[in-house]
């Protein structure tokens, strides 16, 4: 009878390790469904056995499984239950383990004090092994849960014992990624000196990095922050850096096609900002190709508007309406209806700036039936007067001119005089439209109606014909004074970051072994070991290595 007992509990524990071998396979391969179904079935057949410990380690395995395909809450049952009573029951590799994998599910559901909490004890862990990699690891996500939550200064000291500690270990791939979000933690704090000597350690290593595609994006990342100190120069040398990093070595995959050309947009966005606007068209065109090879519509939307804003600044109408159109058009594809009211205006601007009035009047009508729902912190009143009221002016020209045509016998149609009259009556106007477009530019997101009031009562001070000399000198230097207010406040166009959540709030950590960065999954099959593990239940004599469940790498 005992003898049978022991058969079935060695066949048992055979299957066990078979299942996680197995599991623990697929999950290298990506195959995360089929990978915790294998350690599913290990951890019921787990239960049956008289070893706590098994349970623990099948419970573990099962659990990071879980949070390493997306279902963190499920996951985090299964990681609370490997827990063992006392701390080091199971070995503190095993236990320190456990606390990284339960902070990773705990930043996974948004719980970003709890997970930094875990963090930290997996770091105190790893610290007292001597596991110098992990520990760099456990500090590096420290300092974005420290950043997340707005404990900037516990966030530059965690990203700056990352770094070092990454400096230690040669890893300079990772090392970047710490000094690039150290910069912005810096920035923030709006400590620029800091920034300053922390920028000169990034360059440095960057320029050392052997992988081009990483090399690229934090050159990009760097421009960002420039572009956030309002240095735009510098802003455009590092994007140029970006582009040739990308040029040493074939752009195939669609995350580097797309990074290639979000830098080519913030590039041509930062060329508008230095009204170097026919080298910014060139930028937006090649980006919208790029966007266009991988199907990115949404993105080719905010492109198109900035396309058009320099066609707007160099005077080519015709195109600025063109881009305009476009922009409406995948904005609609897309469904964003925000973007897409945004581009509306745009185009109904561009058609006003172009003298077309019969298009603009309708295009604004448009535009108003566009105007998205309110959001906290919006203004939905504020877009309701402003495009009634560049509707108003739009349709006080259109009528002057019907009047003008009805007067001299012509037909409806724009002739030399009429273009005469509006070149010469919405030159103030111009400039405030194109205040507008800059801000459509910024993300399709930015707005503001104060230039537009001053601008309407300069229209209308300006429509009438009667206007004396005296009056057009005070509008002109009343136009130059706002231009130069204009001037004084910059301008804003879309800048995309690659960044997961924020610009320096997520940045991915890199192991050599190219494994998802969700769950620590190259430990996931070294939760238990012999050495280290406290049996709780006597194992079978026969089978030394029953209480190991997991491979060792």
Partial sequence: MDESLDETFNERTLEIQSLTRYGHDLLMKGSTVEASEAFLNAYQFAKQENNPYVVRACSFNLGACYVASGQA??????????????????????????????AVARHSMGDIEQASIAYQKAQEGYNRLDSRKLEAECLSKLAVCYHLLRRLSESKISYYKAHESYERLGDR?????????????????????????????????????????????????????????????SAAECFEQSLKSMDKEL?????????????????????????????????????IDIFGEISDRSSQTEVFANLAYAFTKTEDYENSIMAFKHAVRSAKDT????????????????????????????????????IPPSKPG?????????????LSDAMQFQLEIQQKEAESGDSPRRNKNTAFYHKDSVNTMRFFQEKQHSLIAKGLEAHSSDGEEQASSSEDDQSSLSTSVSQKQQQQQQQQKNKQNYNNEGMNFSMKSTLNKSNYYEQPVQDDEQIPRAVKEYYLAQVCRENNAKKEEPAPKEKKESSKMCLIM
């Fill in 251 to 287: 752009v195939e995959n669609s995350i580097d096609k797309h990074l290639k050309a979000t830098v080519l947009q913030n590039l041509g966005a930062v060329c508008n900002y230095m009204s170097s606007y026919q080298k910014a068209i060139d930028y937006h065109q090649k980006a």
């Fill in 378 to 390: 919006s203004d939905k009143v504020s877009y309701t007067d402003r495009i009634v009221s560049k």
């Fill in 73 to 102: 809450k499920v996951g985090l049952k299964y990681l609370e239950m490997a827990m063992p009573s006392v701390i080091d029951d199971d070995g503190l590799e095993n236990f320190s383990d456990l606390w990284y994998n339960i």
């Fill in 173 to 233: 791939n990772n090392q970047a990624l710490c000094l690039v979000s150290l910069t912005g933690v810096f920035s923030e704090l709006k400590d620029i000196d800091g920034c300053a000597k922390v920028l000169d350690i990034l360059l440095d290593v960057c320029q050392d990095l052997e992988d081009c595609s990483l090399q690229a994006k934090i050159y990009h990342d760097i421009g960002l922050l420039y572009i956030s100190e309002k240095l735009y120069e």
């Fill in 335 to 370: 469904g964003n209806q925000e973007a897409q009211f945004l581009a509306t205006e745009g185009l109904a601007a561009a058609y006003f700036r172009n003298g077309n009035y019969d298009k603009s009047v309708p295009t604004y009508k448009e535009a108003l039936s566009l």
